[in-house]
């Protein structure tokens, strides 16, 4: 209840704006009573932040079973972490700072969610098995450079569109022309 409480507030209001207050009438309790469960609001926010990511971590990997080929699977991956975050943000602008987690408090919870996701990927392109692997880098070394790209991806993408062309783009060249 506080964690979906705080979670709206958050999207609406973004992170500076929220007052623990606020997230405790939210959640339908008193002050006193929210910081029996929670130090602060950073502790909030990052657990805030650990569900959003376990929970868009978990339908990736649940979602991958369905998709074929390693494209298909690093589409849904880019789908579900880059295209539905930006999708949010657009409709409420505030979320950016959920989505980007640029809070230093939070940093270790990212940096964490990050190399998850980097296994991921890896597992999907060790998969593959392409037939010129020797020449490739290491499956985790391409796992990095798709992860920290598809992060930048949302800050200079011009729109949806373009978001998903990019990803597209950047699948093309991990699975191969033509495999999409």
């Known amino acids: 209840m506080i964690l979906d409480a705080a979670f709206d507030a958050f999207i609406r209001h973004g992170f500076r704006r929220v007052t623990m207050g606020e997230i405790a ?3 339908g309790m008193s002050r006193p009573a ?10 909030i926010f990052t657990a805030v932040l650990r569900r959003y990511s376990d929970d868009l971590l978990s339908e990736i ?11 298909d699977q690093l589409m ?19 979320a950016q700072e959920l989505t980007d987690a640029g809070h230093a408090f939070a940093s270790g919870l990212i940096a964490q969610v990050h ?21 490739m880098p290491s499956a985790a070394s391409i796992a990095h450079v798709m992860v920290t ?30 495999s999409r």
Request: with cysteine.
């Open 25 to 27: 009438r939210a959640a």
């Open 34 to 43: 929210l910081y029996l469960e929670f130090a602060n609001k950073e502790d």
């Open 115 to 135: 190399q998850r996701l980097e296994r991921i990927v890896a597992e999907i392109v060790t998969n593959a098995g392409s037939p010129s692997a020797s020449a």
């Open 61 to 71: 990997q649940a979602g991958l079973k369905a998709r074929n080929t390693p494209a």
């Open 149 to 178: 790209a598809i992060h930048g991806f949302k800050d200079h993408a011009q729109d949806l569109a373009d978001l998903k062309r990019l990803c597209a783009d950047l699948v093309s060249l991990i699975a191969g022309p033509g």
């Open 76 to 94: 849904f991956v880019c789908d579900i972490w880059v295209v539905r975050p930006f999708e949010m943000v657009q409709q409420a602008p505030d």
